[in-house]
C-alpha cells in the first residue's frame, strides 16, 4: 500500500499472511512472560495464579473483539492511531497513537536490560564464567536489528520460529510435573477463588495477568502490508489471546502445585524443572526464555518502528521516519527504536552509579531494575489505550447500530483495563518501589505527550487537520475474505 508520497511500505507491499500476523502478535512473549511476570503473578494472587489468568482472558478476549473489529474496517499501519480517528475525532487518535506507541518503545528499551540480566545468570550457571549484562545486552540489539532490517517478512517468521522453539522445554516440563502430581498432588483449588492464601489478591493479581497478555494486538500494524488484513488480523488476534492463555494456565497451574512443600522448591521454572526433570532441562528453559526475549524484541521493534512511519508520513513527526530501505523497512524508525536501547541502557548504568555515589554505596548493578521501571511505564500507558479503544468501540457500534452485537465484548475489555489502571492508585494495591516509578513517569509521560499535541494544534493547526484526515482515509478496501 502507497502512503501519499509515494512511499510502498512491506516487501511487495499486501503479501504477508495469517501466519506472518499470528508470529507479529506472539511478540506478546508467552515463555518469557510466563516465566518472569508469572512467577509475581502467583505471589500476588495468593496461589490461585490459574483463576486470575482465566478471568484476565475473558477481558482480554473482549478487548480482541473490539481490535479485530476495527481491523475489519481500518488498515493503516498506524493502527490505533487509524482506530481512534474513525471514532473519537482527529486530536483523540493522535494522542493516543504518540501514548500508545511510547509505551511500547519503552517496553522494547528495556529488554536488553531482561536479556543482559537472565543471560549473566544462565552463563554463570552453565559456564561458570562472569560476563557483563551488557555484553549481552548489546547482541540483542544487534540481532533484533539485523533480523528488523532484512524485512518484515523475515522478521515476523523469525518470532514464530523462536516461540515454537522455546515452548518445547516447558511442555516437556508439564507433563514430568503433572504426571507427579507436584508436591501434594494435582487439584484444582487452584482456580477456586476461595482458596486465596493470606496476603494474596485477585485484584493485585490482575495487574500483572493484563501484563503478561500486552502485545497481542500487535498484527493490526501490519494492515498496509497484509493480503488479507480484513480475514488475516482478526485471525491472529484470536489465535494469540487463546495460544497465550493456555501457556499461561498450564504454567501457572504446574508452577503452583510444583513449588512449596517441604523442600521449598521456588516458584522458579529452572529450580522446578531440575527436581522433577533434571538439570538438563532447567539449561534448555534457560535458553527458552533467552530465545523468547528475542522475539519479543523484534516484533515490539518492528511495531515500533511502523508506528514512527505513520505519525511521520502526516507530518508530526520529522520527515526522515518516512524513510524506507530497498526491503521496504521503515528504516530510520527501525534504526531508532535500537539508538533508544542503547540509550536506556546507559541511562540505567548512569542513574545506577549516581544512586550508588549519593548513597556511598557499590552495590552491583541490577540489569532488571530498568526493566521493570521500562515494563510499569509501558503496562500503564498501554492499559490506558485498551480502555480507550473500547469506548471508541462503543461510539462505533452505536453508529452502526450493532451496539447489541459488541457491547459485551467492549464493556469485558474496559472493564479489565480500567481494572488495571484503576488498581495503580488504590492503597494496598498500588505499585512500590520500582513499580512506582514505572507509574510516576507513565503519568510524565501523558503530561508530555498532552503538551506536544497541544504545540501541535497551536503552532502547526494545519499538519495536526491534515494528520486527522489522512488516518481517515485507512479505510479498508478489500473486498473478499
Known amino acids: 500500500m502507497e502512503n501519499d508520497g509515494g512511499v510502498l511500505l512491506g516487501q511487495g507491499s499486501g503479501n504477508l499472511t495469517t501466519t506472518d500476523c499470528v508470529a507479529q502478535s506472539m511478540a506478546v512473549g508467552p515463555i518469557f512472560s510466563a516465566a518472569v511476570i508469572g512467577g509475581a503473578l502467583a ?22 473483539y473490539v481490535i479485530s473489529e476495527f481491523a ?34 519503552f517496553l522494547v528499551g528495556g529488554l536488553p536490560m531482561a536479556f543482559g540480566f537472565t543471560a549473566t545468570g544462565f552463563w554463570q550457571t552453565e559456564f561458570h564464567q562472569n560476563v557483563g549484562w551488557w555484553v549481552f545486552g548489546v547482541a540483542l540489539i544487534i540481532i ?14 523469525a518470532q514464530l520460529t523462536v516461540v515454537a522453539l522455546s515452548i518445547i522445554p516447558f ?15 494435582n487439584h484444582f483449588s487452584v482456580f477456586e477463588p476461595n482458596h486465596i492464601a493470606s496476603g494474596g489478591s485477585v485484584f ?10 500486552v502485545g497481542f494486538e500487535l498484527a493490526a500494524v501490519l494492515g498496509e502490508e497484509t493480503a488479507k488484513p480484513k480475514r488475516s488480523i482478526p485471525i491472529a488476534v484470536f489465535t494469540v489471546i487463546l495460544i497465550t492463555a493456555v501457556i499461561y494456565l498450564v504454567t501457572q497451574y504446574i508452577g503452583t502445585i510444583g513449588s512449596g512443600g517441604p523442600q521449598k522448591i521456588p516458584f522458579d521454572f529452572q529450580a522446578i524443572a531440575t527436581h522433577y526433570v533434571g538439570s538438563w532441562l ?24 511502523r508506528g514512527l512511519f505513520a505519525l511521520s508520513r502526516d507530518n508530526l513527526l520529522p520527515k526522515a521516519f518516512t524513510k524506507v530501505s530497498p526491503r521496504r523497512v521503515p528504516i530510520v524508525g527501525t534504526l531508532s527504536i535500537s539508538g533508544l536501547m542503547v540509550v536506556l541502557m546507559v541511562l540505567a548504568g548512569l542513574i545506577w552509579n549516581w544512586k550508588n555515589a ?13 526493566f521493570l521501571i521500562a515494563s510499569a511505564f509501558g503496562s500503564f500507558l498501554i492499559s490506558l489505550i485498551y480502555a480507550i479503544l473500547c469506548v471508541a468501540a462503543v461510539r462505533m457500534f452505536i453508529r452502526e447500530g450493532t451496539l447489541g452485537k459488541g457491547i459485551i465484548p467492549a464493556v469485558l475489555g474496559f472493564l479489565i483495563s480500567a481494572g488495571g489502571i484503576a488498581a495503580q492508585f488504590i492503597s ?23 503538551v506536544w499535541l497541544i504545540f501541535n494544534v497551536v503552532v502547526h493547526p494545519a499538519n495536526v487537520e491534515a494528520a486527522g484526515d489522512h488516518a481517515l482515509q485507512h479505510q479498508l478496501t478489500e473486498t473478499g475474505l
Not at 494496598?428 to 498532552?450: C, D, H, Q, Y
Open 428 to 450: 494496598g494495591l498500588a505499585p512500590t518501589g520500582t513499580a512506582l516509578w514505572g507509574r510516576n513517569l507513565g503519568l510524565i509521560g501523558l503530561v508530555v505527550i498532552l
Open 204 to 213: 493485585k493479581g490482575l495487574l500483572f495477568a493484563i501484563l503478561m497478555f
Open 144 to 157: 533484533v536489528t539485523a533480523v528488523n532490517v532484512l524485512g518484515i517478512t523475515f522478521s515476523v517468521r
Open 171 to 185: 511442555i516437556i516440563l508439564a507433563i514430568a510435573v503433572i504426571a507427579k502430581g507436584g508436591v501434594s498432588g
Open 72 to 105: 475489519k474496517r481500518y488498515s493503516g499501519a498506524g493502527a490505533v492511531y487509524e482506530f481512534l480517528a474513525h471514532t473519537l475525532g482527529k486530536r483523540t487518535a493522535i494522542f493516543g497513537a504518540a501514548a500508545y506507541f511510547l509505551a511500547y518503545a
Open 358 to 370: 549519593t548513597t556511598n554505596t557499590s552495590v552491583p548493578f541490577d540489569a532488571f531494575w530498568m
Open 43 to 64: 505471589g500476588l494472587a495468593g496461589g490461585v495464579g490459574p483463576f486470575v489468568v482465566l478471568i484476565t482472558m475473558v477481558g482480554i478476549l473482549g478487548l480482541g
Open 282 to 305: 532447567s539449561a534448555l528453559i534457560g535458553i527458552a526464555i533467552m530465545l523468547d526475549i528475542i522475539g519479543i524484541a523484534i516484533g515490539f521493534s518492528a511495531a515500533c518502528a
